[in-house]
């Protein structure tokens, strides 16, 4: 063979080797694993905040709403946090009854670790107070003031009002005036939940939480209590108690209750059954002697409302609850207290952080 053929050959098998061993090391690099990239300090710093407090009354009648607080917060973070973007959610709260009770306020400091804050406010109970008024100045205080804010700009600030009574005045005390004041400037804002009983102590209450509100560009709202009752053919009702009133449900609305009775009425889905003068007794016996001087005047009601007999049986089922139920005449377990949470809390990340649900 000669030799130009024979160089020929060599280049050729020398080029077909190369080629072979290209092949075989991208085959190698295509089998490699992925490399995943954790994301960086920075990059969950991108992601939104939020600063979510509740400041919550715990003497003796709050129970029923202290254990809405302590079972549903969980769920409340975890839909905030299935926004998109996803936000980084604290909660803290601050218990508060009055002077001379267990403790004026307890603060519970903000954290990430919700299963944490479960377990601190786990042993959260209703005790104390007995007369109306409770340390609110104090309580708003230690919440705009001991809590620890976020204080960037872009973080998102709510703060859950909840209770049943008006400020104790003391001398030389807070003003929930300043402090309200005080918490929108630090961009905290207050959403303040009226809860059973709080139009009737005769301390100024209500006014007093919905000025709260309006001064820190929150909302005001009365919650909403549920209770089963059958009028007199034997079908169920359901009527719920809010700010001082009963109001019976649509059928078609039955499910619906939680959007609270302003919502249903202008809606044509609730009926005011009577306004609750008996709203406002604190004990069974009480009650029940309000109710026997009210009912009659439901006598002759055939207008869409339970009647007298129904709105009766609405009474002793509420009566026999006792007073530890808080004020006797509604059932403080079953509220929409979760329901004004959620909806407050996620327009305040859809506005403030532009999150999307």
């Known amino acids: 063979m000669k030799a130009k053929t024979v160089g020929i050959l060599v280049v050729g098998t020398v080029l077909l080797s190369t080629c072979a061993s290209m092949t075989l090391a991208a085959k190698d690099l295509d089998s490699k694993p992925e490399i995943k990239v954790e994301p960086t300090k920075a990059q969950s710093n991108e992601r939104p905040h939020m600063d979510l407090a509740f400041c919550i009354d715990t003497t003796g009648s709050m129970q029923g709403e202290i254990d809405m607080v302590k079972s549903k917060v969980k769920d409340l973070v975890a839909k905030l946090s299935s926004g998109k ?30 299963d944490k804050f479960v377990g601190d406010i786990s042993q959260l109970q209703a005790d104390g107070g007995g007369d109306g008024p409770e340390a609110l100045n104090q309580a708003l205080h230690a919440s705009v003031n001991d809590l620890s804010w976020d204080k960037s700009n872009k973080t998102a600030k709510l703060l859950f009002l909840i209770g049943d009574a008006g400020p104790h005045y003391y001398p030389n005390d807070y ?174 990340a859809r506005a403030k952080l532009n999150v999307s649900y």
């Not at 996803?86 to 519970?108: E, I, Q």
């Not at 003003?175 to 929108?184: G, R, T």
């Open 85 to 114: 973007p996803a936000p980084v959610v604290r909660v803290g709260l601050v218990a508060f009854r009055d002077r001379g009770d267990a403790y004026v306020t307890n603060v519970y400091p903000f954290t990430e670790d919700i």
């Open 175 to 348: 003003k929930w005036e300043d402090e309200a004041k005080n918490a929108i400037a630090k961009g905290i804002q207050i959403n303040t939940l009226a809860c059973d009983g709080l139009q009737s102590t005769g301390d100024g209450g209500m006014e007093v939480f919905q000025q709260i509100a309006k001064l820190s560009d929150g909302q005001f709202e009365n919650l909403a209590y549920r209770q089963i009752v059958k009028d007199e053919s034997g079908k169920e009702k359901t009527v719920i108690s809010s700010g001082g009133a009963a109001y019976e449900i649509a059928d078609s609305a039955s499910r619906e209750w939680k959007s609270g009775a302003k919502a249903l009425s202008a809606a044509g889905k609730a009926k005011p059954v009577m306004a609750s003068p008996v709203v406002a007794a604190r004990s069974a016996a009480g009650y029940r002697s309000a109710r026997a001087s009210m009912v009659p005047s439901l006598a002759g009601a055939t207008n869409g409302t339970i009647g007298a007999e129904a709105y009766g049986a609405f009474a002793d089922s509420a009566a026999s609850a006792g007073p530890s139920a808080g004020f006797a005449s509604v059932n403080r377990k079953d509220s929409n207290l979760d329901s004004l949470m959620y909806d407050a809390a996620m327009k305040k």
